[in-house]
Structures are given as structure tokens and as C-alpha cells.
């Protein structure tokens, strides 16, 4: 079983930054790539950002470009996702997941491309 644990959401006004951690532990898995999604309330689940475990390639979701930044330590099995300037609709529940197999074209963008997921940590940027 593999488990991933999110930490590090919170309540934060308008401009400010958070640091969300994604930690993986259980049975070895092959981790082709990590990311993050986020859930706003009635509303579906949205990518927001992943990364290659190997060669370390990003991708964003246009709407965090230039605001968030994904990244891993290898050493630790732990993803971390930086978002700095954050707004108001960033406010969601954000979800850590990692997928076994390599990700091409825009498949990273899609939930059933990941085979494991967190439960989530709730962030709010109030304004």
C-alpha cells in the first residue's frame, strides 16, 4: 500500500504564500511522476501542477503560471508545491497524487492518470 500525506495548508490573507508538502511512504512504487489538484467547494477537481520524479519537467495549470512552483526531494519521497502572490480563488482542498507510469501529452492534466492519491489539505486566501 502506498500512502501519500499532504501537510501544510492553512488560512492566509490575499498576497501571502504557503509551502505544501506531499510525503510517500508504503511499498515502493515506481513514482513516474508526482502532482498536485485542487477542489473547490461544488466545483470538480482541477490539475494545478506535476513533476517528473526522474529528470524533474514541470507543468502548471495556466492560472498558477508564475505563482506556484512544484518541486521534490528525492532523498526525502517528498513533493512540495510553493505558492506565492495566492488569491482568493485559489481557495480549494488541494490533493497530492503520483502516478506509476509516464505521463505524455496533455494526460497529466487527468485524475485517471494518477494511481494514488492524498486526502487533501484545505487552503484559504481570504481577501
Not at 500500500?1 to 492566509?12: A, D, M, P, T, Y
Not at 521534490?72 to 519521497?77: L, Q, S
Not at 482568493?88 to 501529452?105: H, K, Q
Amino acid at each position: 500500500q502506498v500512502q501519500l500525506v499532504e501537510s501544510g495548508g492553512g488560512l492566509v490573507q490575499a498576497g501571502g504564500s504557503l509551502r505544501l508538502s506531499c510525503a510517500a511512504s508504503g511499498r515502493a512504487f515506481s513514482r513516474a511522476a508526482m502532482g498536485w489538484f485542487r477542489q473547490a467547494p461544488g466545483k470538480d477537481r482541477d490539475f494545478v501542477a506535476v513533476i517528473r520524479w526522474s529528470i524533474g519537467n514541470t507543468n502548471y495549470a495556466d492560472s498558477v503560471k508564475g505563482r506556484f512552483t512544484i518541486s521534490r526531494d528525492n532523498t526525502k519521497n517528498t513533493v512540495y508545491l510553493q505558492m506565492d502572490n495566492l488569491k482568493p480563488e485559489d481557495t480549494a482542498v488541494y490533493y497530492c497524487a503520483a502516478a506509476n507510469n509516464g505521463l505524455f501529452g496533455d494526460t497529466h492534466k487527468k485524475q485517471y492518470a494518477y494511481d494514488y492519491w492524498g486526502r487533501g489539505t484545505q487552503v484559504t486566501v481570504s481577501s
